[in-house]
């Protein structure tokens, strides 16, 4: 038996957001989720206090955005029962309350994201971006108005208890937003007011929600690792639970929630790569209770009403659900409908493995030694968490292993290892990657000549990068992939724009360097096949730079595929491509392997 396509396309992804609200019923529980065989949209869904889930998004609309090209919160639940959104279509804000739906903002080029309702109030504050400018807004009936301009990206914001100052995330390029950023308050009625309490150069704050009128409880990193801190307004700083874990993550999208407060403590989740545990931090003593359950990883996204957390867990076992926890008792209660699970003896079981200082998961196949395929994640600042992921097991069932490899730069395991990375993109990761597969050959699982490598974005690099800076690999598969440094520094949108200064080096002074790694301009060093696939509508890695390094490759006489796909953009989201795509690489391998 196999995992099919249309399997991994039916369970493809799962919720970004929650929201918990406590009603005189009891709990209500909101999220979303992905919907592949609706054209990819996301829908708004809510549990209800008597166990009724129903769609509070009618068909035809989707709760996107594109700040900052990844998106960011997209949609809050009102006090009357309503929601408030993001629509992914004009990019505007709207209202439903009693089944009709009235835009919030006007038309035009502007994005929001970022949702947040400060207690009490009917109105809303978002992150509005417009012409690669972005501000703080607060959004009142159909009135915008602005509340917050500073640096230039910004998130997070948040009203104090006495609702007289406003707090917020900033950064300014070249940083990204896990280089350095700062936390900053001011008075509501005199924006020029703005204190810088926390962050700055080599520091990056993720999150921070007020504690009292005088502190907000903040997770950053001074230590090297993602901490949950209590920051006062004069800048005096104390780590809450200074531990070799990460109690937040890199932001890619405006909104994520690592904790949530509950009292006087903290629901907040905390680990490494390897795995993610929810538990309730005691910010006076430092206790750290776990309640995490079997689930080996929860996203990022935590919500608390009353007694109980909300957040969305998995497993190596079971996909994400959206979690219940009882904080007295721990008891978990699955809310979401469970997606398909197949047998068990389909499943395969990541194994955490370090080969070489390298973090990496490994995925077995039944027969040893046999064909594997390196995957690399995205980002690159970023990691791939050991839970039930169909597309590893659509291979594995088939005979393939799995190397899910974490290479330096990888998040999740402190800043020293994040940083492995700096100015060394297009070295260290492609290094990494072939230390696994090498690692694979030595331990007995692998057969040397029948290794692949394949990923996506920043993974899609590091893919075409191997099969020409190494000679490790049989086989190659990049989808929507850098080919070119510099001219992708160029093209791409402003908020990774400024990425390379970090990854590669700032540009004119360290051309050398994007000359020597690029994978275009050193088409004629590939020695394996290649497959290219590329949305045709993808704002992040133009297709241009697909069909640039294919058009290199043909005239150094490689062997290469392109396909690309209409109305997809950075990633797959309709079930059909996502389909089209397994088979197309299985296809590849099929016949290279």
């Not at 099919?4 to 709990?27: C, H, K, M, Q, Y």
């Not at 009724?52 to 997209?74: F, H, K, M, Q, T």
């Not at 405006?254 to 545990?277: E, P, S």
């Not at 398909?340 to 389909?346: Q, T």
Request: negative net charge; hydrophobic residues 40%.
């Amino acid at each position: 038996m196999s995992i099919e396509a249309i399997d991994v396309a039916r369970t493809d992804g799962g919720p970004l957001w929650v929201s918990a609200v406590s009603t005189p019923e009891g709990l209500e529980a909101w999220w979303d989720e992905p919907r592949p065989h609706e054209g990819g949209r996301r829908c708004v869904v809510r549990r209800t206090p008597d166990g009724r889930v129903e769609d509070v998004l009618p068909p035809g609309w989707n709760a996107r955005n594109r700040v900052i090209e990844y998106g960011g919160r997209s949609w809050l639940p009102m006090p009357d029962g309503g929601l408030v959104f993001t629509n992914w279509a004009d990019q505007r804000v709207y209202r439903l309350a009693g089944g009709e739906i009235t835009p919030m903002t006007p038309e035009g080029t502007a994005r929001y994201a970022d949702l947040y309702r400060p207690p009490g109030s009917d109105e809303i504050w978002a992150v509005r971006e417009d012409h690669d400018e972005r501000d703080i807004v607060a959004l009142d009936g159909t009135n915008v108005t602005t509340l917050v301009k500073a640096q230039h990206f910004v998130m997070n914001p948040r009203l104090s208890p006495d609702g007289t100052m406003v707090a917020w995330i900033g950064w300014d390029h070249p940083n990204m937003p896990w280089d350095g950023t700062e936390l900053c308050v001011a008075f509501l009625d005199d924006p020029s007011s703005r204190t810088v309490i926390a962050g700055g150069p080599g520091e990056a704050v993720v999150q921070a929600e007020w504690r009292d009128t005088g502190s907000l409880y903040a997770v950053t990193d001074p230590t090297g690792w993602w901490n949950l801190h209590v920051v006062g307004l004069d800048g005096d700083t104390r780590n809450l639970a200074p531990l070799p874990m990460e109690f937040g993550d890199a932001v890619w999208k405006l909104g994520n929630t690592w904790f949530a407060v509950w009292g006087d403590k903290l629901v907040t989740l905390y680990g490494t790569a390897d795995g993610r545990r929810l538990g309730v931090l005691d910010p006076e003593t430092g206790k750290l209770s776990d309640l995490g359950g079997q689930a080996s990883w929860w996203s990022s996204s935590v919500a608390v009403a009353g007694a109980t957390a909300v957040g969305v867990a998995a497993s190596p076992y079971e996909p994400s659900r959206v979690t219940a926890v009882d904080l007295a008792s721990g008891a978990h209660t699955a809310l979401s409908a469970a997606k398909p699970v197949p047998a068990r003896e389909l499943v395969p079981v990541p194994e955490p493995t370090v080969v070489e200082g390298v973090h990496t998961h490994l995925y077995r196949a039944r027969d040893t030694p046999g064909p594997w395929l390196v995957f690399v994640h995205g980002g690159p600042t970023s990691s791939r968490p050991p839970v039930l992921d169909l597309e590893i097991a659509y291979f594995t069932t088939r005979g393939y292993g799995v190397a899910q490899v974490n290479y330096g730069g990888s998040t999740g395991y402190g800043r020293a290892y994040r940083e492995r990375l700096r100015h060394q993109w297009g070295v260290v990761d492609v290094q990494d990657c072939a230390k696994v597969a090498r690692g694979l050959v030595a331990m007995g699982l692998a057969d040397a000549s029948r290794i692949a490598v394949r990923g996506g974005s920043a993974g899609g690099w590091t893919t075409v990068a191997a099969l020409a800076h190494t000679d490790v690999f049989a086989a190659g598969v990049a989808h929507y992939a850098i080919t070119d440094p510099e001219s992708w520094a160029a093209e791409t949108h402003d908020f990774e724009s400024r990425y390379l200064d970090g990854l590669v080096g700032p540009l004119p002074e360290t051309r050398e360097r994007y000359i020597q790694r690029s994978p275009l301009l050193n088409a004629s060093r590939v020695n394996a096949p290649c497959l290219m696939m590329h949305g045709l509508e993808d704002a992040i890695v133009d297709v241009g730079q697909a069909e640039r390094f294919v058009a290199e490759l043909d005239r150094h006489g490689k062997e290469w595929a392109l396909l690309t796909f209409p109305g997809e953009q950075h990633g797959w989201r309709r079930e059909e491509t996502i389909v089209a795509v397994l088979e197309a690489e299985l296809d590849f391998y099929e016949e290279n392997l």
